[in-house]
């Protein structure tokens, strides 16, 4: 079937069939505007991400199951950085009039795949057509009581910084996509994100967890959010950095410097947290119960400096520093 066949409104009916009762959303899709009951004494987060083709993805490189998948993923990630439970999300497409039916079902259902998961409901959005690419908006909305949402600013020195899975696997994925591998680790987690919901929202509700942050844009680029906003610095040890074996076996034949892609490399997904070496066992125990490896790579200090530290004691200094669109 052609898009031209279902039109606009027969393509919204598409998306929203079978979207589940939830007894939050008092108006659901099909009104002008969506109405929704928060939860006693919580605050609302809202975030909303974009994903352009041509930009973000290649359709030739990621099939639309799994762009579905990550569509949402992306912004659960942004939810679980400030301890949000995610509750509510809504879909924005700009479709160009080429794209088959068949594709935008499956980009549905891989989406709806990570929506039950996550217990998400899919309250609105707008569709319309493009001239050029697909151009896909998410804007997922969470909920938390305001003393447990957790912010970038809130650094102390002294904080132990901890960051949870291993880095630099996405961003080597992406390379050994462009290089004709279409699966492995790396290329799964490029393409297939996995949010770190549960991790992010246990490490906010226990109140243990000062500043935190999402590895979207490679390490340094987003540790660097946390030094700025919360008006400090950081000593990182290297050697402690979480790579894969996967990373430490392929990394050779893309990079010299081997460190490369798990500083500098974007679209990790990974919590970059802060938290009083007191609470450090805490931490690890709570991480346990969740199924999150987490490592401690180094420490907040006093003034603005970041140092990368090698093992044996000397300075590091990056090529690259993180992902900027309009660099
Ligand atoms: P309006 O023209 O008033 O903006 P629309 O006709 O665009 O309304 O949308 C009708 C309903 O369908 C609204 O509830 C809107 O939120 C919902 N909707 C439109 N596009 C999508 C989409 N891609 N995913 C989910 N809901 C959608
Ligand atoms: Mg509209």
Redesign the pocket.
Known sequence: MKLHDLGEFGL?DR??AGIADNESVKIG????A?ALAPAEGQLSLVTSDMLVEGVHFDLVLSDPFTLGRKSLAVNLSDLAAMGAKPRYF????AIPTALTVEFLDDFISGLMQRAEQFDVT?V????CSSKGGLVISVTAMGEQFPHLVVRRSGAQPGDLLFVTGTLGDSALGLELLRGGERSGRGVERHLDPEPRVTAGTMLAESGVVTAMIDVSDGLLADLGHILRLSDVGARVELEKIPLSSFYRERISRFASDPLSLALGGGEDYELLFTAHPSNKDRVFALMAETGDQVSVIGEITPGGQLSLVRADGTEYQPVRRGYNHFA
């Open positions: 919204i998306i929203t899709i099909g009104d002008d969506a809504l879909l924005s497409l899919l609105g959005g707008d569709t």
